[in-house]
């Protein structure tokens, strides 16, 4: 208990008391903010972009839900496309026969 | 959590100098990693790609500052394109009309 | 020393056992808490979208490892396409002369 008293009053005083400890105290930060930062890189670093493709007949298509489209493909050799409600393609030509997303997410 | 207050003082002990130390010690550093890559995890679940289209009359138009483009759209029907500067959509076809970027980020 | 081993004693116990031990640790969880999550905020910030573009002659062109395509344009203004293994553009339109992707990455 006296223990956990002294680590917090340790962790709540704002300042140093001596030059010694304030040196101790910022090598600790140091070592502490590199290993933390370490781990957070390790982990960032297993992002992934997921992707997949969807397609359906007609002009509209959707992603599947969490997935966002990153570009559309239409049917009729059509490149003119747009995306409604940041979520489906949809291919401009007339009397387009299908329309594929490709749609993505940020995987961990 | 406790085991990473405990990293401060494990880092503070320069090595372990018996055998129990050093098993406590072990069990510590696991502890800590464990909370650490748990809020790393929960935190990289929020990432997200932030996507918004934006088009312009013409053959070009840009993303706008941190998006990049992940696809291009142009008027006519046209599927001809390509990317200039990693920031702008270029439409290939002749005398077209619009040009539409998809564009994303990554967001937390 | 032997009061920082109790001390990593204490903390590995996993139950506290008085009111105010439990507030102490409580208000030390939330700091580093804090702590860990704002360092990782600040990683976080600067993942990036990784993007470039290859193109080749003929109808497929794949992405250099560990990027996915985001999109694909063809030649002949044909907007017709789809994506196979996860990693190449393929161009449907027949005959088509050259095929790009658009292929992105999460970077650090």
């Known amino acids: 208990m006296k223990a956990a008293v002294s680590l917090l009053l340790a962790l709540l ?3 140093c008391h001596t030059e010694a400890q304030c040196t101790i105290d910022n090598v600790v930060d140091l ?3 590199a290993a933390i930062t370490s781990i957070v890189s390790a982990t960032l670093a297993k992002a992934k972009l997921l992707c997949q ?3 359906a007949r007609g002009a509209l298509v959707s992603c599947p839900a969490g997935y966002k489209p990153t570009g559309c493909a239409c049917g009729m050799g059509c490149g003119s496309w ?3 409600t940041d979520s489906t393609c949809h ?3 007339a009397g387009i ?3 594929a997303a490709r749609c ?3 995987g961990v």
């Open 104 to 106: 993505c997410k940020i």
């Open 91 to 93: 291919c401009q030509c």
């Open 31 to 33: 070592k502490v903010q």
């Open 13 to 15: 005083l704002p300042a």
């Open 53 to 55: 493709d969807v397609s």
């Open 82 to 84: 747009d995306i409604r």
């Open 97 to 99: 026969d299908w329309t």
